[in-house]
Antibody
Framework: EVQLVESGGVVVQPGGSLRLSCAASEFTFDDYVMHWVRQPPGKGLEWVSLITWDGSSASYADSVKGRFTISRDNRNNSLYLHMDSLRPDDTAFYYCSKGGAGWSTPPMSWGQGTLVTVSS | QSALTQPASVSGSPGQSITISCTGT?????????VAWYQQHPGKAPKLILYEVNHRPSGVSSRFSGSKSANTATLTISGLHVDDEADYYCTSYTTTGTLWVFGGGTKLTVL
């Protein structure tokens, strides 16, 4: 069974930076697109970013473009999300998710999420 | 405001069938068969129940089915169970900048 474990969520001040990590196991990590999706507490889902299997291409939601950077380390089966210029509306649970072979496959398997709180 | 429109809530009794709609535009739902649905119980991560409009991942009950007409996708749950009570979200691939867009979610109550 696919295992995805997110970490790195903390309380951070507006304007601050943070890096989230996701440890993947029980599947061939470098065969798949990976996604980040977020969910403000008590609200709906918002797709954040995806990265291709080899890390050569990435895509971002308009709401985070220019502030967030997705990356991956296939040798260590890890996915990352570096977040800069954080704002209060970035407060959310951040989920790491395994996609499929290409950009047009949705988030398939999900981790349990890590909570990022942006507050002074 | 979410890119895809879902009803805020639906309800049904055990054994009944319900449908949840997901309306977008020709740039997302209407333009591609890359529509997926998720079930989310309180305090849990979302679970994929349908992808590519009507394909079920392994292990998902056949009581869940999907369809699409023009710019609207529909999730049907037949033979409602009490544990189907959850939030349901649709998502679609899009080429309007943001690659994937979600609906606002629908709360299903099984009375």
């Amino acid at each position: 069974e696919v295992q995805l474990v997110e970490s790195g969520g903390v309380v951070v001040q507006p304007g601050g930076s943070l890096r989230l990590s996701c440890a993947a196991s029980e599947f061939t990590f470098d065969d798949y697109v990976m996604h980040w999706v977020r969910q403000p507490p008590g609200k709906g889902l918002e797709w954040v970013s995806l990265i291709t299997w080899d890390g050569s291409s990435a895509s971002y939601a308009d709401s985070v473009k220019g502030r967030f950077t997705i990356s991956r380390d296939n040798r260590n089966n890890s996915l990352y999300l570096h977040m800069d210029s954080l704002r209060p509306d970035d407060t959310a649970f951040y989920y790491c998710s395994k996609g499929g072979a290409g950009w047009s496959t949705p988030p398939m398997s999900w981790g349990q999420g890590t909570l990022v709180t942006v507050s002074s | 405001q979410s890119a895809l429109t879902q009803p805020a809530s639906v309800s049904g009794s055990p054994g009944q069938s319900i449908t949840i709609s997901c309306t977008g535009t020709s740039s997302d739902v209407g333009g591609y068969d890359y529509v997926a649905w998720y079930q989310q119980h309180p305090g849990k991560a979302p679970k994929l129940i349908l992808y590519e409009v009507n394909h079920r991942p392994s292990g998902v009950s056949s009581r869940f089915s999907g369809s699409k007409s023009a710019n609207t996708a529909t999730l049907t749950i037949s033979g409602l169970h009490v544990d189907d009570e959850a939030d349901y979200y649709c998502t679609s691939y899009t080429t309007t900048g943001t690659l994937w867009v979600f609906g606002g979610g629908t709360k299903l109550t099984v009375l």
